[in-house]
């Protein structure tokens, strides 16, 4: 655990984190101190006659450690704090930091429902191990032992005892912990799970009441709920009876003690005063065990968010080179004999090579998991390859700097979020310091103008949560803004048309029209005249370039794009016909 929790304090905090354990034991062992000085004062007290001298001394001796254990408790309570403190004010920054030098390729729906629980739950509970946990756990673990020792100095048979019911303690203990790690994990899996869905539930809202879903029963989110019922139901069933036994297993032990001191008077063969003090002792021997059989199950639940955050601490950035390469070719794109599959033993990409000149623009085509995706995931570093290298610029992109590569390339995809702000505050996350003109000129290419013009506001326009408030062709406009305000030398479009009506798909190739000759544009699309507008057509299949040429070479060659063209335009030709007309021509027939 100590490990784990160096790893989310950071290392600033490493000696913080040692003298709070060094003043816990110090407070533990004092404690032991101070219980066990109760049997000499005891003792002097019920002697007869009252051995004044002796009593004073023992008290003095019982005060001075008193003071001292009030001391400790003190600090190691203002550690305590203190740490927690820092967890609540520092960790959520720290795991923002490191999550944001990460592979965008790490972020899947499970990680991100996890990294969501981590940082809400996990944090408060990895919290409440400095300001609530550990204190009574650790000391009630390390003052019984104390007291263990002393009943052995007193009377080696009561000592004998306290020392052999430790096994079957620990025993019980580490039972319940064990069942507790067991159920944890899963609990926290459903939990994550449960959340997931319920997030889905809400974005989806206009599907399903398009559906008549919303009203009802939500089967996904209804069947994440069961599960995490189900999880929190087993982990109570294997928890407490173990969690019961453990509390058990510790009264026995006091039950022993008391009757084998009662066995001890009863034949004569211990001091009835001296009796009576290690029946303190023994009654002290219990209590802390008792508290730490109650605190260890939440400690472990608290361990294992802990964990879970700590791997998420340990999950390295992709390397970043030491000596960064210089892109000397803008704009340029290659890929040389590149291997890359999500799971390596199941290849997405084998062996692919070609090559994008700079300024040109070049489209992607292929079947469903041909690599068309994955081919601009790899360009901007989601993830390394295999085998071979992906070349942005004449460079590496393994060898470039990640900040140098972000500012070379202009991404954007089918699915568009807005941040919620204003509409020019969603346009100038292209370039923060562009001009007016510069925002104007941008906003004129992609159609964002005639948005600003029909708007009450203007500019100054919220776009809501994820561009709620704007349409999804009008997102797709000011995501297209963006990306030209940013300049980039390389602009990347997966399937940045697939679900535009034709006046905002006009707006999309207008853009690219612009950028012809200026920027290299890569295309991922499977809509006709965005396809037909580009100076080569690759063909995906296999994980290979099948084939390779302009649209009119491709058309003439008679292959598979030529196939997938005509399969295209036959879609494209289908239209809905009024009810009316459909039952007057079925009439006529």
């Not at 002393?150 to 025993?171: E, H, Q, Y």
């Not at 990409?349 to 085509?365: D, H, K, N, T, Y």
């Amino acid at each position: 655990m100590i490990a784990d929790l160096l790893k989310i304090l950071g290392p600033q905090r490493r000696g913080a984190l040692y003298r709070y354990f060094a003043w816990l034991l110090a407070y533990g062992v004092l404690e032991g101190l101070a219980v066990t000085l109760l049997v000499p004062v005891l003792r002097a007290l019920l002697a007869q006659p009252l051995e004044m001298g002796a009593l004073t001394g023992w008290l003095a001796a019982l005060g001075g450690v008193v003071l001292c254990c009030c001391i400790a408790r003190y600090q190691q309570s203002m550690q305590g704090f203190n740490l927690a403190l820092v967890v609540l004010t520092s960790l959520h920054r720290r795991l923002g930091d490191h999550v944001a030098t990460l592979p965008l390729g790490w972020f899947s729906g499970e990680r991100i429902g996890r990294l969501s629980q981590s940082a809400t739950n996990g944090t408060l509970m990895v919290t409440n191990i400095f300001a609530h946990l550990l204190t009574p756990v650790v000391t009630g673990l390390v003052t019984p032992c104390i007291i263990a020792l002393a009943m052995l100095a007193f009377d080696w048979r009561l000592g004998l005892c306290a020392l052999l019911s430790a096994p079957l303690i620990l025993l019980a203990h580490r039972r319940a912990s064990a069942a507790i790690g067991r159920t944890e994990e899963a609990v926290d899996h459903a939990a994550a799970q449960a959340g997931n869905r319920v997030v889905e539930f809400a974005r989806q809202q206009p599907v399903l009441r398009a559906f008549g879903q919303a009203l009802g029963s939500y089967p996904p989110l209804e069947a994440a709920i069961n599960a995490q019922k189900q999880a929190g139901g087993s982990m109570l069933d294997q928890t407490f009876p173990r969690l019961f036994a453990s509390g058990l297993a510790v009264q026995l032990a006091f039950l022993v003690l008391i009757l084998t001191g009662l066995g001890l008077a009863a034949s004569g063969a211990a001091d009835p005063l001296g009796l009576v003090a290690l029946l303190v002792l023994a009654a002290r021997f219990a209590g802390p065990l008792t508290e730490t059989a109650a605190r260890s199950g939440l400690l472990r639940m608290a361990g294992n968010d802990l964990r879970r955050l700590a791997a998420i601490f340990d999950e390295k950035p992709l390397p970043e080179p030491a000596e960064p390469a210089r892109m000397d070719q803008p704009g340029r794109i290659a890929f040389d004999d590149v291997h890359f599959g999500y799971d390596p033993a199941q290849p997405v990409l084998r062996g692919l090579s070609f090559q994008v000149p700079a300024g040109s623009m070049v489209a992607i085509v292929g079947a469903s998991g041909a690599g068309k995706s994955t081919i601009v995931r790899l360009i901007v570093r989601f993830f390394d390859v295999q085998a071979g290298a992906v070349r942005v610029g004449g460079a590496d992109v393994r060898e470039v700097a990640t900040t140098d590569l972000m500012q070379a390339v202009a991404t954007v995809t089918q699915d568009v979020y807005l941040f919620d702000g204003t509409l020019e505050q969603a346009v100038r996350l292209g370039r923060a310091d562009a001009t007016e003109a510069e925002l104007h000129h941008a906003a004129d290419l992609a159609g964002v103008t005639e948005i600003v013009a029909r708007l009450p506001q203007g500019w100054q326009t919220r776009v809501g949560e994820g561009g709620a408030l704007l349409s999804g062709g009008e997102r797709q406009r000011v995501s297209i803004a963006r990306a030209l305000l940013k300049g980039a030398p390389i602009l990347l479009l997966d399937e940045a048309t697939a679900a535009l009506d034709p006046e905002n798909e006009r707006y999309v190739q207008r853009s690219i029209a612009a950028l012809r000759g200026r920027a290299t544009v890569l295309v991922i699309a499977h809509r006709l005249r965005t396809v037909a507008m580009a100076d080569r057509i690759l063909v995906l299949a296999d994980g290979k370039v099948a084939e390779v040429g302009s649209h009119a070479d491709l058309i003439q060659a008679g292959g598979a794009y030529a196939a997938f063209w005509h399969e295209r335009q036959r879609a494209e030709g289908w239209r809905l016909l009024p009810v009316v007309q459909v039952l007057e021509t079925e009439i006529s027939a």
